[in-house]
């Protein structure tokens, strides 16, 4: 008899679990949930061409025919209410009960909300889905004065997009600079030059106090008082995991669901995946919860493999990317104790790679606009294999040659 696999959460953490799972699994009966009414969709684009005024259709994983030809059962805009893993049983919002075999939580992030007081003025946007980013794209008019909340990596993107639309953008960053914990602030001081040398006005170690205005947001009032214009203001300060549903089912949380490398939960035959996720053990450190676009696939295949009865997938240097301006920045592992700096070409230059390197074996490394070499280091980290600094920085030795044996 097909065992019956239901997903919460049609996103892309969600939807690729389902066709990793039909892959592996011609007889499952596979239920994919999600809240949102669009067919799941990939979110990057949200903020860098959708934000920029491409159709957000172009961020759609799969067809609707798709979901028919896989027998993926997909049943949008409901929204699942309670687990009751004693019983093998989920409940949808209206009381719809629905049984499982076994039960993956795909339920993503939500934005972590500003509590100062005139929040909720209009003209104070978030950004996580499709209608958001049609939203504040139509409010990126030229000459708006744009107030980004938060100097991380949305926030920055947000940033450069409103720029690429003529806006005067500031970017405010409560601490005392960008992405401190992103390979130790390296990549940060790149950024705050490259977003400076785009006339985005980035204040660090700044707190806002209040949003002012009658109905609609007119200015942000600082810490100390001062008052900053704004006609928009996007809050992008991290996001909250979508876990209560775990929590109140008795599963492990820790602002997300616990899970070992084989995306298994605390409880029995429940699996999370994806951005709602908290990985026990993980190449980046203890107990992380990763939001990217590569960790959902990862997560995704690792849950349908465990599903399947399958042996795990081996674990993999992690990667992530993000696009501002003219820059395709990639990111390959990360920083470890006494790493030294290894620059392949100048950080002026139009591209480069950084790497981190300890004992002769890189562990981390920054790519701009060089992600033509993204295997050929991916391969070199994955494997540890031993490198020389010199020939390591030297861009007249093609990378593929410098693994040693
Ligand atoms: C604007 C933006 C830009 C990004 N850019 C990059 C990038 O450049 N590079 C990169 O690596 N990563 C990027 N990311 C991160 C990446 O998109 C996420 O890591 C990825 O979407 C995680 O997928 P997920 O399926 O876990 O979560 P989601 O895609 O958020 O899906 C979760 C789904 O679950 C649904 N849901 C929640 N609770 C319930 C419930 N109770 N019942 C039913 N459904 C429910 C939600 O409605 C949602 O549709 C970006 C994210 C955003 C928001």
Redesign the pocket.
């Known amino acids: 008899m097909s065992r019956r696999t239901v997903i919460?959460?049609?996103?892309?953490?969600?939807a690729r679990t389902a066709a990793a799972l039909r892959k592996l699994d011609a007889s499952a009966e596979i239920l994919l949930?999600?809240?949102?009414s669009e067919l799941p969709y990939?979110?990057?684009p949200?903020?860098?061409e959708v934000l920029n005024g491409a159709s957000p259709s172009k961020t759609t994983m799969f067809q609707r025919d798709w979901y028919d030809e896989q027998r993926v059962a997909l049943r949008l805009g409901?929204?699942?209410?309670s687990i009751d893993s004693a019983a093998k049983q989920i409940s949808l919002a209206d009381g719809e009960p629905l049984a499982y075999d076994d039960l993956v939580l795909?339920?993503?992030?939500r934005p972590r909300p500003l509590t100062v007081p005139g929040a909720a003025l209009d003209g104070v946007l978030m950004?996580?889905?499709v209608g958001d980013?049609v939203n504040l794209s139509a409010r990126l008019t030229a000459g708006a004065k744009v107030v980004v909340i938060g100097g991380g990596?949305?926030g920055l993107?947000i940033a450069a997009t409103a720029v690429a639309r003529d806006c005067s953008v500031t970017v405010l960053e409560t601490g005392n600079g960008l992405l401190p914990r992103i390979f130790g602030g390296f990549l940060g001081t790149y950024l705050l030059d490259l977003h400076r040398s785009h006339q985005v006005d980035v204040r660090a170690g700044v707190t806002v106090a209040a949003l002012e205005g009658n109905t609609a947001v007119e200015a942000v009032r600082l810490g100390d008082g001062s008052l900053l214009a704004a006609d928009v203001v996007v809050v992008a300060i991290g996001a909250v995991a979508?876990d209560e549903?775990a929590r109140e089912a008795g599963a492990e949380c820790a602002d997300g669901v616990l899970v070992d490398a084989e995306a298994r939960t605390s409880l029995p035959s429940i699996y999370a995946?994806?951005?709602?996720a908290r990985q026990r053990t993980h190449w980046l450190g203890e107990a992380i919860r990763v939001?990217?676009?590569?960790?959902?696939e990862v997560q995704a295949q690792a849950a349908a493999n465990a599903i399947a009865g399958n042996a795990p997938s081996a674990a993999a240097v992690p990667w992530?990317?993000?696009?501002q301006y003219d820059r395709n920045i990639q990111m390959l592992g990360g920083r470890v104790a006494n790493d030294v700096v290894v620059m392949r070409a100048d950080a002026g230059a139009s591209s480069w790679c950084a790497f981190f390197v300890a004992d002769n074996v890189i562990r981390g490394a920054v790519l701009v606009n060089a992600g033509r070499e993204r295997r050929n280091i991916k391969r070199l980290i994955d494997t540890q294999q031993r490198v020389d600094h010199t020939e390591l920085g030297d861009t007249a030795r093609p990378l593929t040659g410098l693994a040693r044996g």
């Open positions: 919460v959460g049609a996103g892309q953490a969600g949930l999600g809240e949102e990939e979110r990057p949200l903020s860098k409901v929204k699942v209410a795909a339920t993503g992030v950004l996580r889905n980013s990596f949305l993107e979508n549903l995946v994806g951005d709602v939001e990217s676009w590569e960790n959902a992530f990317w993000t696009d």
